[in-house]
């Protein structure tokens, strides 16, 4: 058995040595004006880059195009992959708007979300209900705003966070003090609240509920969970009140709620020491617990196990573990010996987390990188396994205070940071200031095997499959190979694995990973694989050497085979026209092939009792050479808007497999026998019906509720109806509604 303490110490060293070795910094930028920016969250965009949000006070100045409305407004920024910035926009009115969550939504464009004290002003098309309001702005992918809403009372109400709460809306989550006034159905527990305002997708309130004691508790994070419901995350003053069942530990504590699909409450946690414990962020876990993290200044007591760093006058990264009903599992404490706190989180590839938030440590407590630039605060990274065991921490900063208030996972499995910072070029800053505050952000990617590594997998006989790849930049690798699932488990640091390349000889990698090679080579041929069988390979570099292996999971050197009668090059379907559908596919190689039957299922993949099979077509039994096949489908009369095909290859001695599964969308909608089509549409719509129905009325309606056309049709069973709507304009989401059903559609120019 190994031991784990050795392990640990190995892991310590590690970390210690460089954080470089897991994350290398690529660029980073900082975007202001002469003012003041805060940036509070960057969401991806559907081109490959990114869209930053906060508030600015700056004028035009800098990076910003486009003067304040009054004092403190929204402000986005739109960037491409590599950080350029590409356009960028205000919104506000003329007093303070703060933005403090964005999301994307469903049509391609955002959702802003945060505080104001305007009144009808500049963007602002809705007076102020009392001294703040929760500030709801729609705008396009371009930025341009498409509607505004404002929600609240008669007091203060603090939007922080936002979630898509499909298929009915958006949920808008806060803190609030006013009474039952406005937008608020119900009055304030005590001080602040929890509130929770439900909206559908064009901004009508749909219902709000609050949540609180005697006294003050505050939203920090929400976020959806599996079941259809919403998890809430704040900080809690309260003791057994209200809707909080649990004492108070400290001066505050982490209090989370769960609520069902409509908004009850089902069950209440509250999670602390006996000092100020502020959770920042929450998220429901792969095993449907949840994850919980922020900064803690408690000693060794209640739900914390162990005491801050640098004593009780300090706080630490905080993160807490329950399972599914908020039983805490275990929690952890991470900084040095000064203030420590975390804002955001995110679940990683690899099922780890990644915990991102401030620091003035430098070198000490558990924390083992700073800046060197300075003393200040700074941004800093905390990775840990799903067992919130720390795997490294990297810090980032320059000659002055940087505080980090957001971050996400990027495609290729690195890290964008996001924040405000008033330094100069200095350390990880490159470029000087525009102002007072700046927002900053700084783009990592893991040091893996570079991007022009590749990996190729060949057949070498019946059983067996050559491995290739080229080096990268490791130096050393292992292949892992598993039959029957993808691989998952990741090898320990500090193990060197013996390696076997007949399948099923070498080290085991966690449950069923076998090693098949260990060195410094580019292949590997693979012998004793099972026939009809998947495997799957993962390439993965480690270094510096063989007595103290330390791995770099390398996502892109992976790659799936299988022993199979039938090597497949490729199959897909194409719609020709409204009624034929064609089939086309390619083998590389064939054995004992008899015939391939083709299977269609219409509207759903998943429910085997819909899969029919439509005909067949010859195989060409034992063969080396290329095969090519066509099939046409024709589809007149089927009523569903996507249809899916899948070929199962026969052998002469009857055994089968199945191709993988491919889709074909009609563009159409189809509900109660009537289909319409093509959804997104431009200057016409088609109307079929399966049954005659005369005197069908025709009505269209735009986002915010106008009717836009309306007329009466006969639609003949089996024949197709035009409308023309070139005469409208604007592009965006319409209600098409014929004979009272419903069609959701998208208009575009």
């Known amino acids: 058995m190994k031991n784990p303490l050795f392990l640990l110490l190995i892991l310590s060293m590690f970390c210690n040595v460089t954080s470089a070795q897991y994350m290398v910094k690529q660029w980073d930028y900082r975007y202001g004006g002469s003012g003041y920016e805060d940036l509070r969250m960057i969401q991806k965009t559907t081109d490959g880059g990114y869209i930053l949000g906060g508030r600015s006070d700056s004028p035009i100045s800098g990076n910003k195009t486009q003067g304040t409305q009054g004092g403190t407004d929204y402000w986005v920024v739109k960037i491409n992959a590599l950080g350029v910035q590409q356009w960028d926009k205000r919104y506000g009115g003329a007093g303070f708007d703060d933005l403090v969550a964005l999301l994307p939504t469903p049509d391609g464009g955002f959702l802003l979300g945060g505080i104001s004290n305007s009144g009808i002003s500049g963007d602002k098309t809705q007076a102020s209900r009392g001294l703040y309001d929760y500030w709801v702005v729609k705008i396009d992918s371009i930025g341009n705003k498409e509607w505004d809403y ?9 939007l922080y966070t936002m979630i898509e709460n499909y298929p009915y809306g958006y949920a808008l989550g806060g803190s609030s003090k006013s009474l039952a006034t406005g937008d608020k159905s119900q009055g304030t527990r005590g001080g602040l609240d929890y509130w929770v305002v439900y909206i559908d997708y064009f901004g009508t309130k749909t219902a709000d509920f609050r949540f609180g004691g005697d006294l003050p508790d505050e939203i920090r994070s929400m976020k959806s969970t599996e079941d259809g419901g919403i998890i809430l995350g704040g900080i809690s003053h309260s003791g057994i009140n209200g809707d909080k069942s649990q004492a108070s530990r400290g001066s505050a504590d982490y209090w989370i709620i769960k609520l069902d699909a409509i908004g009850t409450q089902i069950w209440d946690k509250r999670f602390g020491g006996n000092s100020y414990d502020n ?19 408690s000693d060794s007591i209640g739900d914390k196990t162990q005491s801050p760093w640098g004593g009780s006058n300090y706080q630490d990264l905080w993160i807490v573990k329950s399972d599914s009903i908020g039983n805490k599992l275990w929690d952890y404490r991470f900084g040095g010996t000064s203030y420590d706190y975390g804002s955001t989180s995110v679940t990683t590839i690899d099922k780890g987390y990644i915990f991102g ?30 067992n919130g065991i720390k795997q490294w921490d990297c810090s980032y900063g320059g000659d002055t205070r940087s505080y980090l208030t957001t971050l996400l996972q990027t495609d290729d499995g690195g890290y964008l940071l996001g924040g405000l910072t008033q330094s100069g070029i200095a350390c990880d800053k490159t470029q000087a200031s525009q102002g007072f505050w700046d927002n900053w952000i700084v783009k990592l990617r893991p040091n893996w095997p570079t991007t022009d590594a590749n990996l190729t997998i060949v057949n070498s006989g019946v059983t067996g499959k050559t491995i290739s790849w080229t080096k990268g930049n490791g130096v050393r690798r292992i292949v892992v190979a598993r039959a029957g699932s993808p691989i998952t488990d990741t090898p320990i640091v500090g193990i060197n694995y013996r390696a076997n ?3 099923g000889l070498g080290d085991s990698v966690g449950n069923g990973n076998f090693v098949v090679y260990n060195g410094t080579g580019t292949s590997v041929t693979v012998t004793g694989l099972n026939f009809n069988t998947d495997y799957y390979f993962r390439v993965i570099a ?7 292996p330390i791995y770099q999971r390398s996502p892109f050197l992976s790659g799936t085979t299988t022993t199979l009668p039938v090597t497949w090059l490729d199959l897909n379907a194409k ?23 083709i299977e269609r299922s219409l509207g759903s993949d998943k429910q085997e009792e819909q899969w029919k099979t439509i005909g067949n077509i010859k195989g060409n039994g034992t063969t080396d050479r290329v095969s090519t096949y066509q099939f046409d489908d024709q589809i007149n009369k089927v009523n569903t808007d996507v249809l899916y095909y899948r070929i199962k290859q026969i052998d002469f001695d009857a055994r089968s497999e199945y191709s993988k599964t491919v889709s074909v969308k009609l563009h159409s909608l189809v509900q109660d026998g009537i289909t319409i089509y093509p959804n997104p549409f431009e200057d016409k719509l088609i109307l079929s019906s399966v049954n005659t129905i005369h005197q069908v009325k025709v009505e269209l309606t735009n986002f915010m509720g106008q009717n836009v056309f309306e007329g009466m049709y006969d639609l003949n069973a089996g024949q197709k109806t035009e409308i023309d709507f070139s005469n409208i304009d604007q592009k965006g989401i319409y209600i098409l509604t014929v004979n009272g059903i419903p069609f959701k559609l998208v208009k575009r120019n």
Request: charged share 15%; aromatic share 14%.
């Open 150 to 158: 404002r929600y609240g009372g008669d007091s203060v109400d603090y």
């Open 279 to 297: 959770l920042s962020s929450i998220s429901q876990t792969k095993d449907k617990g949840f994850l919980m993290s922020g900064g803690s200044g």
């Open 357 to 386: 938030g401030s620091s003035y440590s430098g070198i000490n407590g558990n924390k083992t990188t700073t800046v060197t630039c300075t003393t200040d605060g700074h941004y800093w990274l905390v990775k840990t396994n799903v």
């Open 501 to 503: 390349s007949t399948y």
């Open 542 to 548: 480690f270094s510096p050497d063989t007595l103290f």
């Open 575 to 597: 719609l020709e026209n409204e009624n034929l559908v064609q089939l086309n596919w390619k083998t590389a190689s064939e054995i004992n092939n008899n015939y391939f039957e």
